[in-house]
């Protein structure tokens, strides 16, 4: 598949352009998939441009890129933009592939794509924010997910693991890191890098990609993998969410002589419900012919019975207080105010603060109360024109090593 990375200059401006055999992406926000009519009414919907996005803090960075969480004003949302370089061959195939995945299975229990530009030299993919972060920081905040709500993380996991097998793509890097939760009870498979798609005749891979301690017995072993290999592994991230523990050493030769010596992980029975322990032995049965299916695990009485979305909903907030999520609103906000400011020559986002509708809309999703922000928004504004012209207000670069809570240490 040739890559291509260009510059298409024309009469009135000068594009930056990247292009393969499945997509076209420019500076504008023109992002076209082959899988997609390239008609405007089709791709409308796909435009996004740095000058309409007003950036507010870094969440976190891998080998690929970085991503920051940004407000999308046309929309009225919250997104997380993840900025991954195209410098050279191997990262531009990386992309490719990942932009070709993220297209193809597009579903209600995945982070959804909302569209991709050029700028600088990397190329920026939207995508849904979800705003708990991974499934991995979930449980580092609670140490241990409650039977009654893994089985509605579960239900979410499996259909978007479901999706991802019957459009014949094997995700081959599952684990809490890349299932992504938000406070409405969501929970979406993320993170496409890995995926690989099999061909009609193909059976399945030999690949090692992935993380070690949740790869299948069948990958330790370097015989061909399949779907199965992903089954095994959400069965690891649930009995981690369940117990707080991995069930299996990260060091490889102790996971080796694990997999290979060693009985497959089990619930305690004393803590867990039949139905629980069940469920996880059908993901870790060794034989991956024996395994169960995403399709069969989703029949699974854990699953028919899970607790609904709104009973996780609840689980997850209760965490969080009042004063901590005004807090966070209020830190926002500051950002947001001081990023609009320092490119207010080339932002679309000059009068956000000013418009009680759009201040609203951001309250809502930060879960605080309208008339609590729209007065502190607007007081932001004006604070953000009386810094001095020369401080940096770009906070969300990854050069940024903290994310400070004290708004005093950010002027």
């Keep these: 598949n040739l890559i291509l990375y260009s510059f298409r200059i024309t009469t009135d401006e000068a594009k930056r352009v990247f292009k393969t055999k499945s997509h076209f992406i420019d500076s504008t926000g023109n992002f076209v998939s082959r899988n997609q009519s390239r008609s405007t009414a089709d791709t409308k919907h796909l435009l996004y441009r740095r000058e309409e996005l007003v950036h507010i803090r870094h969440l976190g960075r891998g080998a690929a890129g970085f991503v920051v969480k940004s407000f999308h004003i046309p929309t009225r949302r919250f997104v997380a933009l993840k900025h991954m370089s195209v410098d050279n061959a191997k990262q531009r195939h990386q992309l490719d592939k990942e932009l070709t ?6 579903h209600p ?8 530009y050029f700028e600088g030299e990397r190329i920026v993919i939207c995508l849904e924010y979800m705003d708990l972060g991974s499934l991995e920081n979930v449980i580092r905040t609670r140490k241990r997910i409650p039977e009654k709500q893994l089985s509605q ?20 890097d599952i684990k809490p890191d890349n299932f992504l939760v938000s406070t409405e009870g969501k929970v ?37 993998f399949s779907y199965p290999a ?6 690891i991230s649930l009995y981690f969410c369940a117990t707080g523990k991995l069930p299996i050493p990260k060091d490889f030769w102790s996971l080796v002589d ?27 049965t060794k034989d991956p ?24 909903s609840k689980y997850l907030t209760s965490v969080d207080e009042r004063k901590a999520l005004r807090k966070r609103a209020e830190h926002e906000i500051t950002l947001m105010a001081r990023e609009i400011w320092h490119n207010r020559e080339r932002s679309a986002g000059n009068d956000v603060f000013l418009n009680t509708q759009i201040v609203t809309s951001i309250a809502q999703q930060l879960r605080v109360k309208p008339s609590y922000l729209i007065p502190i928004a607007r007081n ?32």
Aim: charged share 25%; with cysteine.
């Design 188 to 224: 979406k498979v993320a993170d496409f890098g890995l995926m690989r798609q099999l061909r009609s005749d193909e059976t399945g891979s030999f690949t090692k990609t992935g993380t070690m301690c949740y790869l299948s017995p069948e990958r330790i072993a370097g015989a061909k």
């Design 101 to 106: 995945a993220f297209v193809q299975v597009q």
């Design 153 to 172: 993380m579960a239900k979410q996991a499996l259909l978007g693991v479901c999706h991802i097998h019957k459009k014949r793509f094997i995700h081959r």
């Design 289 to 312: 012919k024996k395994r169960g299916t995403a399709e069969q695990l989703l029949r699974h009485p854990f699953i028919t019975n899970a607790n609904s979305k709104k009973d996780l």
């Design 230 to 235: 992903d089954i095994w592994a959400l069965g």
């Design 258 to 284: 694990a997999i290979s010596k060693k009985p497959s992980p089990k619930l305690d029975s004393k803590e867990f419900s039949s139905q629980c322990c069940n469920f996880i032995d059908l993901c870790l």
């Design 380 to 411: 932001a504004w004006l604070e953000a024109g009386k810094i001095p012209g020369g401080k940096s207000f770009e906070f969300w670069k990854p050069s940024t090593r903290r994310y400070s809570s004290d708004l005093a240490d950010l002027q």
């Design 109 to 116: 229990e995945i982070v959804k794509l909302h569209g991709a």
